[in-house]
């Protein structure tokens, strides 16, 4: 029986005494993109009622949510992990400032919520991105990790971006973004490697090609992110992940009439995501 095959109700019959190999597996194919997400949602879902003290099982549910754009379920799901695990875990704040960057995303306008009924608003995408940013410096202030690290620069610029589109002075934001990304830089050699090769080999580089980014770097930049796309365990979350970032990062540094050089002039095509204008039109609007 290929993989395909494996519906939620026989996955969820597996027999287990740990979540982890469950989790495992459901967390590859929730990474696969949007012809995965009816079946991850459901095994997920299952998931948590079957292994209800898990905190990792609860937390990639919600990034199942984030990923097909249900705000609102993901909300609920990270007040159920709130209530039952507190809210001092990195990963959990980071799930927040996830949900809370995403809304700041559709109020942007940004390419991937096109399709959203709201009107571009940016003083309700400032308000969400000030919350992402809390979100992501509470995150990193338990262990330092890159991971909350490298949103909290981006956000910082993103939003002097956008303050100086209102007319605002968004400078000082962008010097912290910079002084911020230069720190984290700095650091490197103490990033967590929670996930082993997937840290090393995906996020470390990936994280250092935004900061560079940020610093405005597009060669150093264009050197990490090849890294990663070069890499066997890149998947459809992480491209994207990327995509999405330098999105954000070039628009906010095109406010400082700062213009994205090559690769970054054309993010879709060098991080090979044009199939991401149709898999908008199946991501569920909240």
Same mark, same amino acid.
């Given at each position: 029986?290929?993989?395909?095959? #494996? ?6 019959? !597996?027999? =287990?005494?740990?979540?982890?190999? *469950? ?23 299952? #998931? ?15 990034? /199942?949510?984030? +990923?097909?754009?249900?705000?609102? @379920? /993901? ?16 990963? =959990? ?8 960057? @995403? ?33 992501? +410096? ?16 981006? *956000? ?17 934001? %962008? ?7 230069? &720190? #984290? ?11 082993? &090769?997937? @840290? ?13 980014? !940020?610093? +405005?770097?597009?060669?150093?930049? /264009? ?17 994207? =992940?990327?995509?999405?970032?330098? !999105? ?6 095109? =406010?400082? %009439?700062?213009? /994205? ?16 204008? &149709? ?8």
């Amino acid at each position: 029986m290929s993989e395909n095959a #494996l519906s939620v109700e026989v996955f969820l019959k !597996v027999p =287990s005494p740990s979540y982890h190999p *469950l989790l495992a597996y459901a967390k590859d194919r929730n990474r696969r993109g949007p012809d995965q997400y009816e079946w991850s949602r459901g095994a997920l879902q299952g #998931l948590v009622n079957r292994f209800p003290y898990s905190k990792e099982v609860l937390q990639e549910y919600v990034l /199942a949510l984030l +990923e097909q754009g249900d705000a609102v @379920d /993901a909300e609920a799901a990270l007040k159920q992990l709130q209530l039952k695990f507190g809210d001092r875990n990195e990963e =959990s704040l980071c799930r927040w400032g996830r949900l809370f960057k @995403d809304e700041g995303d559709k109020f942007a306008g940004l390419p991937w919520y096109l399709k959203d009924k709201r009107n571009r608003d940016l003083n309700k995408s400032i308000t969400f991105y000030e919350r992402a940013l809390k979100s992501y +410096e509470a995150a990193y202030r338990i262990r330092e990790g890159h991971y909350p690290g490298i949103n909290v620069a981006a *956000l910082l610029l993103i939003l002097g971006g956008m303050l100086t589109e209102t007319g605002a002075d968004g400078k000082g934001r %962008r010097d912290e973004s910079r002084r911020f990304a230069t &720190d #984290l830089l700095g650091t490197r050699e103490k990033w967590p490697l929670d996930y082993g &090769d997937e @840290d090393r080999d995906l996020w470390h580089p990936a994280t250092a090609g935004e900061a560079y980014l !940020v610093l +405005e770097k597009s060669e150093d930049a /264009a050197r990490e992110y090849g890294t990663v796309l070069k890499s066997p365990k890149l998947n459809w979350h992480a491209r994207q =992940s990327m995509y999405r970032q330098v !999105v954000r990062v070039c628009g906010a540094l095109k =406010s400082f %009439r700062v213009d /994205a050089e090559a690769p970054f002039d054309e993010p879709a095509k060098f991080f090979q995501v044009d199939q991401l204008k &149709d898999d908008a039109a199946k991501t569920k609007s909240p």
